[in-house]
């Protein structure tokens, strides 16, 4: 028998430390299990002194021998945060103690924002902290939802069983994420291809045409006039007041899109006049809808299979809901829990959700199965989502085709009809001798 020193979290997510004679690291692990105590760092003693250094001591000597800069800019990518939580809930329903999972994550991490993130944590936890807060430390990586489930898997000691859960919500929103942003790749390239073609016509091709026209003195029609100062527009050459071409407008132009609505979502008026409308298109906003229902089932349902309180996780769904009127609507069922009404009343009254979803979360209410009837509403709108993407994608195929082919249309029949003058004025000149 040997005795290890061990570092350990109980039942409250209190740090404790002392000793325990076992006949193994392993055995010593099963002991403090069977106590109640959930290790984070365990190691055999001989004359009073660790024989094993402590692992976290050692990398930092080892960095600080080292002496290199470790410098990362930004946040961390969701794919990253998911393969790190799959991991680490893996190493922890293999028994590993937390610091130990911890060290070799971190060990393994590319340089970058994560493991600078590992680093600080394996620090913090060593140091006597929880896991969870340690991780609240660094919001970019690890949001509300993610520190109160580890929370709470702290308190209940089953931190790899919320581990797991946790990864499985992350990976399945990440594949939301994914087919969406997958379906509007499409649509997005064909486009950009069309403006470029149709900006490198007006630039090009037809000030050559003008050319052509100006030599054999051709009234122009309307339409076609209109095409030449579009092009005279796009080249910059308009008017002698126009300093920047059409052309950088058009390049600027996404951008400044861009960075237009992240302004107008940033004011409380903006970004709820903003949802609001976005749900009212048709079909757009149907997929809108699908979509934030299922993200916000999903993670209500997780946080309240983890035991985090029923109150706090609505304020968390609705801080990550994504959409203004659905964060109104969790608003209200927050005060109407919180006076000892029910859930699915003041959602009922929102509007915001099919008749189906309100009344699976009151039957979810009454028989105390909240939580299963959240995730299977989530799976549920995970595969009307599909079917929204794929009624998108066959309305903006034809919608497309139509566009390009109005323009193009446009721009030949305005080329065309000056074509025909030229044709009937050389005919008449033939004739006339």
Known sequence: MATYAY???????????????????????????????????????????????????????????GGGLNLSFGGVPLKRMCLFTRQLSTLQDAGLPLLRSLQILESQQKAGKLKNILETVCEDVQGGNTLSDAFARHPKAFDRLYTKM??????????????????????????????????????????????????????????KFQEIFNDFNVKLPALTLWLVA??????????????????????????LL???????????????????????????????????????????????????????????????????????????????????????????????CDAIVVNMIDVGEETGDLDVMLMKIADNYDEEVDVAVASLLSLLEPFMVVILGGIVGTIVLALFLPLVSMIESVSGQKGGK
């Open 258 to 352: 861009f960075f237009l609505l992240k302004v107008i979502r940033k004011t409380e008026f903006g970004r709820a006049a903003f949802d609001w409308i976005i749900l009212k298109i048709p079909v757009i906003g149907t997929l809108v809808e699908k979509t934030t229902v299922a993200r916000f089932t999903r993670t209500l349902g997780t946080l309240v299979a983890a035991g985090v309180p029923i109150l706090e996780a609505i304020t968390i769904t609705k801080e990550t809901s994504g959409n203004w009127v659905f964060e109104k609507a969790l608003g209200s069922v927050h005060d109407s829990i919180k006076e000892g009404e029910t859930f699915a009343g003041p959602l009922r009254k929102a509007k915001v």
């Open 150 to 207: 580890v929370k709470a898997g702290e308190i209940g000691g089953v931190l790899d069983v919320i581990l797991q859960r946790l990864a499985d919500f992350m990976e399945k929103g990440q594949r939301l994420r994914r087919r969406i942003k997958g379906a509007l790749i499409y649509p997005v390239v064909v486009i950009g291809i069309a403006v470029a073609i149709v900006t490198g016509i007006m630039y090009f091709v037809i000030p």
């Open 7 to 65: 570092e350990a979290m109980n039942a409250s997510g209190k740090p404790q430390k002392g000793t325990i004679d076992a006949s193994s690291s392993d055995d010593a692990i099963q002991k403090l299990r069977g106590d109640g105590l959930y290790p984070t760092d365990v190691r055999e003693q001989k004359g009073g002194s660790a024989a094993k250094p402590n692992v976290a001591a050692a990398a930092k000597k080892k960095k600080k021998k």
């Open 230 to 255: 579009a092009s005279k527009w796009i080249a910059g050459t308009a008017s002698p007041d126009q300093r920047v071409p059409g052309v950088a407008w058009i390049i600027v132009s996404p951008f």
